[in-house]
């Protein structure tokens, strides 16, 4: 059974400051990893998903990588605002996702 | 495109009643799941569908009953209420299998008491 980790639960940064958010996951045979986020009380939105064959995906100031044989995700984003406070999900899988707990981040401004 | 829509968006119900949460895509998506949302905890697959007509149960099928009668609609069924099933349920689809975003409705929150 996949288990996906998202370390730390929660971040604190002030405006301005580069994110970095964590994924690790256990079975390295997965065909995607997407992150996710989620605003409070909203569905999700997909920001990026990284095919298996890939190493990373960028999109304006989010870049995710891929580590498979590590088991592991980070997703970076560049000069954070606090537009950009919400909770980042880390998901693995094709059609059925096995999904971290989440970072909830909040900007300062 | 309405994209995935999810009614109702709130529900509260009793222990025992049963009721259907709905779920509706326009994007002539095969795939379509359901997936369950508590504090703390990553989302839960409940059940999923690679067509109509063709379902199959996630990690949490419990307590729950889909069909899939057409490509657009894919009702989660909760056939007797308890407290444990007092979360937030997402409805998703995509296109194909792989290498295909997915696109999740914005919820239905649920409320046993």
């Known amino acids: 059974k996949q288990e996906v980790t998202q370390i730390p639960a929660a971040l604190s940064v002030p405006e301005g400051e580069n994110l970095v958010l964590n994924c690790s996951f256990t079975d390295s045979a997965i065909y995607n990893l997407q992150w996710f986020r989620q605003d409070p009380g909203k569905g999700l939105t997909s920001l990026l998903l990284i095919q298996s064959s890939q190493r990373e995906q960028t999109s304006g100031r989010l870049n995710a990588s891929l580590d498979k044989s590590s088991g592991r995700s980070t997703l970076y984003i560049a000069a954070s605002q606090p537009g950009d406070s919400a909770t980042y999900l880390c998901?693995?899988?094709?059609?059925?996702?096995?999904f971290g707990a989440g970072t909830t981040v909040t900007v300062r401004a | 495109n309405a994209g995935v829509t999810q009614t109702p968006k709130f529900q509260v119900l009793k222990t025992g009643q049963s009721m259907t949460l709905q779920c509706a895509q326009d994007?002539?998506?095969?795939?379509m799941s359901w997936y369950r949302q508590d504090p703390g905890m990553g989302l839960r697959l409940i059940h999923y569908s690679v067509g109509a007509g063709i379902t199959d149960q996630g990690e949490v099928p419990n307590g729950y009953n889909v069909s899939r009668s057409t490509t657009e609609d894919f009702p989660l069924r909760l056939l007797s209420a308890a407290p444990s099933q007092t979360s937030v349920y997402f409805c998703a689809s995509s296109f194909g299998r792989a290498q295909e975003t997915q696109y999740f409705g914005p919820g239905t929150r649920l409320l046993v008491l």
């Open positions: 994007m002539n998506h095969e795939y």
């Open positions: 998901a693995v899988g094709d059609y059925k996702l096995s």
